[in-house]
């Protein structure tokens, strides 16, 4: 069976770090949270490191709804990572 691939898509510093707005990735099958995810991709090479040096502070959203670290990626179809909201 093939992969289908995500499309992950990055927002404010976390887009400037990684050097792209959104990318389309085949995720190994060991990556089955959006913990796992944010682990697979720091390894992915300096930007990524950069971007997610801190992955807990990180925000996620599957779909468009916002999620938990432990939610399980399995059928996303799109992955929004956002850097800490500030303000009040």
Do not use: C, S
Not at 12 to 31: C, D, H, K, S, T
Not at 38 to 60: C, D, H, M, S, T
Not at 69 to 75: M, V
């Amino acid at each position: 069976m093939t992969e289908h691939p995500t499309k992950l898509v990055y927002f404010a510093w976390v887009r400037e770090r990684i050097g792209r707005p959104e990318e389309e990735l085949a995720l190994p099958a060991e990556v089955e949270t959006v913990r796992d995810l944010l682990l697979w991709l720091k390894g992915r090479g300096e930007e990524y490191e950069n971007a997610l040096q801190y992955p807990e502070v990180i925000r996620v959203a599957i779909n468009h709804e916002h999620v938990d670290h432990r939610e399980k990626i399995a059928g996303a179809r799109e992955i929004a990572l956002f850097p800490p909201m500030t303000g009040g």
